[in-house]
């Protein structure tokens, strides 16, 4: 089945620098890459996904670049605030099969 | 528009005792449902599936179990929990159909067992 790997665990950032979370998957049939955020004590909830007929979507200060060939996917996040603090997973999905996760991300935005 | 709602959000159980967690969704029909479970460290390892009412995929061989007695009730059960039971599980829902697209969360039980 698909794995999903996610780096990496930790990552602190300055205020206003960008931060970049990488993901990578094991089956090449996944089309589906979501990111999620999950604030402390509270439900992941979706960010940005995309299709693996798109490269790169763009959504404000997020953006979500993907390469088919060497199966990884990226997040990246711009002009960081401290409300972006908080644990970012990854996941991958094909059609018949649900949402395989990473392990996380815990980001610090240090004002 | 649609809801989850998953309860209880907090459970301390002793080693041994069962247990029982309910979900359920509104404001849809025939939803595809999921039961997650965060560990530290862990992220979201999916525990079981649903496409349908009576239909449970099982993804992690365990002292666990699911149920969907219902169109939009998915229960997950235990007849005997173990210390390593614990953690925060979540129910999940996604729109009926492919199950590649945008999973919605309940808020989640953070379970302790003692």
């Known amino acids: 089945g698909e794995n999903v790997e996610q780096h990496p665990s930790t990552l602190s950032v300055q205020e206003g620098d960008s931060a970049v979370i990488k993901c990578t998957y094991s089956?090449?049939?996944?089309?589906?890459f979501p990111w999620y955020k999950q604030e402390l004590g509270k439900r992941p909830q979706l960010i940005i996904d995309?299709?693996?007929?798109?490269g790169e979507k763009k959504d404000q200060r997020i953006a979500v670049t993907l390469n088919k060939t060497a199966k990884h996917f990226s997040l990246h996040i711009t002009e960081t605030q401290p409300e972006d603090s908080a644990v970012y997973f990854c996941?991958?999905?094909?059609?018949?099969?649900?949402?395989?996760f990473g392990k996380g991300t815990r980001l610090s935005v240090i004002a | 528009s649609q809801t989850i709602h998953q309860w209880p959000a907090t459970l301390v159980q002793p080693v041994g005792s069962p247990l029982s967690l309910e979900c359920t969704v509104e404001?849809?029909?025939?939803?595809?449902l999921y039961w997650y479970r965060q560990a530290a460290g862990r992220g979201l390892q999916l525990l079981f599936y649903?496409?349908?009412?009576?239909?449970i995929s099982s993804e992690v061989p365990q002292n666990l179990s699911a149920s969907r007695p219902q169109d939009r009730q998915f229960i997950l059960s235990s007849k005997k929990l173990l210390l390593s039971d614990s953690g925060f599980y979540l129910c999940?829902?996604?729109?009926?159909?492919?199950?590649?697209?945008?999973?919605?969360f309940g808020q989640g039980t953070r379970l302790t067992v003692v």
């Open positions: 404001g849809t029909s025939n939803p595809n």
């Open positions: 999940a829902w996604s729109p009926r159909g492919l199950l590649s697209t945008e999973a919605f």
């Open positions: 995309i299709r693996s007929n798109v």
């Open positions: 649903s496409v349908g009412i009576g239909q």
């Open positions: 996941a991958a999905s094909k059609g018949n099969t649900p949402l395989v």
């Open positions: 089956d090449s049939a996944s089309n589906y």
